[in-house]
């Protein structure tokens, strides 16, 4: 079975500086999709940014960027600029690329903050 | 738009009740899961249905059943409720196919309180 492991419970950062979020996974699986989440307070929860293992580049979504280590399975998230808004609960999910149904495993999460 | 809605945000029963949470989504997606949130544990499956009356245990589906009569509606179901299943619980809908476009979509949650 994967598991997924997010290390940090809590981080917070100064608005417009830069900060990561940690991820560690585990698979025997060697083709698979790496996923990062974003909960708002009291909002729906939203696809951040996506990684497919076979890819080498890393991926980028405007502010937020990926460092995806396959050997050492890590997916770490960078978000740089940090607004206000990104004060959220992130959640790091691991999904088999031959699982049809979608089938995701989460990370216990870490609350970022960030100060004004 | 996308949108996958929930019967309640908030919702507060006793001990023994059956209680009913609704999951409707409009993007005739085929999957549909529900999934519960406690913190430091982030989200655990309880239970998934890739189509109408099927259904699939997840990781956590002790004490819940599932029913799934229409595409486009899944329902959690607590037989009988007890305080260790006060929690937020979350339906998320995707469609059918391994591609990782195919994201999930959530809805806003309902936070259950079991007294």
């Known amino acids: 079975a994967q598991t997924v492991t997010q290390s940090q419970p809590e981080m917070s950062v100064q608005e417009a500086e830069t900060v990561t979020l940690s991820c560690t996974y585990d698979?025997?699986?060697?083709?698979?999709?790496l996923f990062w989440y974003k909960q708002p307070p009291s909002r729906q929860m939203i696809l951040v940014i996506r990684q497919e293992a076979y890819k080498q580049q890393n991926a980028t979504e405007n502010r937020f960027s990926v460092n995806f280590q396959k050997a050492a399975k890590s997916f770490s998230l960078k978000i740089s600029d940090s607004q206000l808004g990104d004060a959220a609960m992130y959640f790091c999910?691991?999904?088999?690329?031959?699982?049809?149904?979608?089938?995701?495993?989460f990370g216990g999460g870490t609350r970022l903050m960030v100060k004004p | 738009d996308v949108k996958v809605t929930q019967s309640s945000r908030y919702l507060v029963k006793r001990t023994g009740e059956k209680v009913f949470l609704e999951c409707v989504q409009d993007m005739d997606h085929e999957n549909m899961f529900w999934y519960r949130q406690d913190p430091g544990l982030g989200l655990r499956l309880i239970y998934f249905s890739y189509d109408v009356k099927m259904k699939e245990k997840g990781d956590i589906p002790e004490g819940y059943s599932v029913s799934r009569e229409k595409k486009e509606r899944f329902s959690l179901i607590l037989e009988s409720a007890s305080t260790n299943q006060t929690s937020m619980y979350l339906c998320a809908s995707s469609l059918w196919g391994a591609s990782s476009y195919n994201e999930q979509f959530f809805g806003p949650g309902t936070r259950l309180t079991v007294l």
């Open positions: 698979t025997s699986e060697s083709d698979y999709y």
């Open positions: 999910a691991y999904r088999s690329a031959h699982n049809a149904g979608n089938m995701l495993t």
